[in-house]
């Protein structure tokens, strides 16, 4: 099992979210068999803004979302320190020609039809071009198009 994890399953792994306990038992699961997720520029990208994210709506009233500016630097010094030590979380380079190929066959084949967003595709693709089975999030969209690439999902 090759598996690509997309932001939210470390947003949650790190800040006490919806889905935390789920996240934590996935990298459990990953953890023993000795597997890697890999990070790519993506996904640290993202991770910066999505917890920046959880603030601006921790601060904007969104429901049972409270995170603080120190809670979410927390955070993300956690996920930046499993990152550096590589231990479950390897980066990885994503060749930027075939990430991009990849891309425009994913949309013209199903945004049309589906609605797919952006990083949908861009989390998808990254797992296609990496050589991934496997798709973990816990945004349907995402999984619902990862599915119909023939990825596995997470339930």
């Not at 500016?69 to 380079?93: D, I, K, P, W, Y």
Request: glycine residues 4%; proline residues 1%.
């Amino acid at each position: 099992m090759k598996v690509y994890a997309d932001t939210n399953i470390f947003t949650n792994l790190w800040i006490d979210l919806t889905h935390s306990d789920e996240a934590m038992q996935l990298i459990e699961e990953l953890r023993s068999k000795s597997a890697k997720l890999p990070i790519t520029r993506l996904l640290r990208l993202e991770m910066t803004n999505a917890l920046q994210r959880l603030i601006y709506e921790s601060r904007h009233g969104v429901q049972g979302i409270r995170v603080s500016a120190e809670t979410a630097l927390a955070a993300h010094g956690c996920f930046n320190e499993e990152v550096e030590a590589g231990e479950s979380l390897q980066r990885r380079a994503v060749d930027e020609n075939a990430l991009e190929a990849e891309f425009e066959a994913l949309a013209y084949r199903y945004t049309a039809a589906e609605g797919f967003r952006t990083y949908d595709i861009m989390h998808v693709a990254s797992a296609l071009v990496l050589g991934c089975d496997t798709f973990w999030s816990f945004d349907a969209r995402a999984k619902k198009l990862a599915s119909l690439v023939g990825l596995q999902t997470n339930p």
